[in-house]
């Protein structure tokens, strides 16, 4: 079986240049952003772009199934009531149409920020962001592809929400409906205080995913070696292998049969010790 194994790629010049950029290395599956993710403001998605996309993956040997969307960095879902929250959820609420308009099943959410309000209010402003959007992409009646909200696991940096598998999972008890499945990121679940770099580490998480979250709300993975220590809360990506999680940690667990059917996007830098080719290779080469 192939791994569906890819990037976070560009989607500069045009959404659909985000298909050549992704084939042109070889991904099996892909990440992007559906409009400048540092700004908010979005252009609005051109129905002959739209289209073109939509065929361009339909020719592409790249399951649909295995391409997300990145929410842009500026909302922050778990904000206290505020203007800032209200935009946070107008912006969900046009990344979920943007992903019906594209086709893309998965919509990758960051969970936000407390800001100092406690976790309790974090968390009911995120149930509130999630339901209230959802219930404006249903309004407008567009069920063609349903897209799902994935919870991506944070650092746990201070303030953040949802570090923690158990208040990952306790988040979708909340939600409450099929609409939401998880993301995990191995450099954030490493900078959290998860041991994913040897085999009984990754043993007990993958035990510990199934037990609390369950291993079929599991749709992606961030796959992320860490620059920053275990426990450190650091969100530093790294080159797989070539961080705290090292080698042996990654051979072992894309090669574990529980995730083998996910698939697995990369997030690591570009520099003069590796691109994106050669993150691909070095993975490729443990694939048993
Ligand atoms: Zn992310
Ligand atoms: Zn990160």
Known sequence: MTLKLGFHVSISGGICNSIVNATNIGCTSFQIFSRNPRQWKAKNLEEEEALQFKQGLRQCRIDLDSVAVHMPYLPNLSAPASDMYDKSVSTLTEEIIRCNTLEIPYLVIHLGSHLGKGEKNGISQLVNACQKSIQAYEKIGLSRNKVKLLLENSAGQKNSIGSKIE?????????????????????????????????????????????????QNLKLIHLNDSKGDLGSHLDRHYHIGLGKIGELGFKILINDNKIKHIPLIMETPIDSIRGDKENLEFVRRFIK
Do not use: K, P, R, W
């Not at 939401?180 to 035990?207: K, R």
């Open 167 to 215: 208040e990952i999972q306790h988040i979708l008890q909340l939600l409450g409906t099929s609409d939401y499945g998880v993301c995990l990121d191995t450099c954030h679940l490493f900078a959290a205080g998860y041991d994913l770099s040897n085999e009984d580490g990754i043993y007990n998480f993958l035990e510990h995913v199934n037990n609390t979250i369950g291993m």
